[in-house]
């Protein structure tokens, strides 16, 4: 099975392993969010330490990210861990983050990490529950801020 979802007391884990299609992707998300569990998460972990390949088109990207969607409407703020063994894997799920950003605004802060245990001390960490805060990630290429107007008071 090339996606099995896994439910912590406060989270959840998606551990993907082989060749992951979107039909999978799509199977999990669903039953994801139509879990009773899902309320109560306070992160998730995205675990792709074991993915071989990823079989996404251009529109099972679009397909992926309106699922994505619906579920940030059932759960307003969530941090999720990407934990991504590479960078081949890395290039191969990036479009359908970006696809996701690109589609909708939400409150989901998502990293990417390299290590598990790294992942999972980022995501439980800061979060509404635990009272702390959730940092929206800034958009793709945020505007660089003008100078600020040179000013004379105070000069002689």
């Known amino acids: 099975m090339p996606a099995k979802l896994i439910w912590g007391r406060d989270h959840y884990v998606i551990k993907y392993s082989g060749a992951v299609s979107v039909d999978e ?3 999990v998300y669903g039953e ?3 879990s009773p569990n899902f309320d109560d998460s306070r ?3 995205l675990d792709c330490r074991k993915i071989e390949s990823v079989e996404y088109s251009e529109m099972d990207y679009k ?3 309106a699922i994505a969607m619906s579920a940030a409407k059932i759960k307003e703020e ?3 861990a990407l ?3 590479n960078e081949t894997i890395e290039k191969s799920i990036r479009p359908f983050l970006e696809s996701v950003s690109e589609k909708f605004q939400h409150k989901w802060e998502r990293q990417i990490f390299r290590k598990y245990d790294e992942a999972v001390v980022w995501a439980a960490s800061e979060n509404p529950r635990a009272g702390g805060t959730i940092r929206v990630s800034p ?3 945020p505007p660089i801020p003008s ?3 040179s000013s004379t008071q105070g000069a002689p």
């Open 78 to 80: 969530l941090r999720i």
């Open 63 to 65: 397909r992926h990210a």
């Open 139 to 141: 958009p793709p290429n």
């Open 32 to 34: 994801l969010v139509g």
């Open 25 to 27: 992707s799509v199977s």
């Open 147 to 149: 100078a600020p107007p």
């Open 83 to 85: 934990v991504i063994p």
């Open 43 to 45: 992160y998730g972990i």
